[in-house]
């Protein structure tokens, strides 16, 4: 089955204890892509990738490093999380050419939580 | 930059009622236009998209027609279902291929 997957889906940590939430797609996508989800903003983008060994800032990239040394796996490592992380991260990927460019397929999401 | 406004929720409608969400979009470009579904712990799956003006994406009885005119793509369906609860996303692609999410809406349908 075609599919991002993340993990973990739920994390409770604290501040400054850092974490990686892993993410790893089986459709050989080029591009993938991390978001956060916060009430009333919807989906912002923080980092994304074009390919494996290249990687961009995206809206809110501040706290957050990404690397993409491999192309199905793009992790998002938080080095010092701070109580404004807390929020639901999603992953996703896609093609970059043809008729599925533009068509993300999302993970289910991770909810972390900073103390 | 580029920007997409979608009403306010949530969103509360009996079982059969007819369903119209609205989006609004700013784009310097032409860009091509989709609706986003994310059921409840789930991550979010493409519901319909259109391309270019005039264009209707249709899905699952959900329906959505580009308007370049009032730059617009409004969501509709004739008659939502129970199963039809969850939050909605409109979202613009434009140059780059870089999404544009607006900041959802939550629709609660009651049995």
């Known amino acids: 089955e075609a599919q991002v997957t993340q993990n973990p889906r739920y994390l409770i940590t604290v501040t400054g204890k850092k974490l990686t939430v892993t993410c790893s797609q089986n459709m050989n996508h080029e591009y993938m892509s991390w978001y956060r989800q916060d009430p009333g903003l919807g989906l912002r983008q923080i980092y994304y990738s074009m390919n494996v060994e290249v990687t961009d800032k995206g809206d809110v990239p501040e706290g957050y490093k990404v690397s993409r040394k491999e192309k199905r796996n793009f992790p998002l490592i938080l080095e010092s999380p701070s109580p404004n992380q807390t929020s639901l991260y999603f992953c996703?990927?896609?093609?970059?050419?043809?008729?599925?460019?533009?068509?993300?397929?999302f993970g289910a999401g991770s909810r972390l939580t900073v103390l | 930059g580029d920007s997409v406004t979608q009403m306010e929720g949530p969103v509360t409608l009996s079982e059969e009622a007819c369903l119209t969400i609205?989006?609004?979009?700013?784009?310097?470009?032409?860009?091509?236009l989709f609706w986003y579904v994310q059921y409840p712990g789930e991550g979010l799956q493409l519901l319909l998209k259109a391309t270019k003006a005039d264009d209707k994406g249709s899905n699952k009885g959900f329906e959505a027609t580009y308007r370049k005119e009032t730059t617009s793509f409004h969501l509709e369906k004739g008659s939502v279902q129970v199963s039809d609860s969850a939050v909605y996303f409109c979202a613009l692609s434009d140059y780059g291929n870089k999404l544009v999410f607006g900041a959802g809406t939550i629709l609660r349908v009651k049995s």
């Open positions: 996703a990927s896609r093609q970059t050419t043809g008729s599925g460019a533009n068509v993300l397929t």
């Open positions: 609205n989006c609004t979009y700013t784009a310097t470009g032409y860009p091509s």
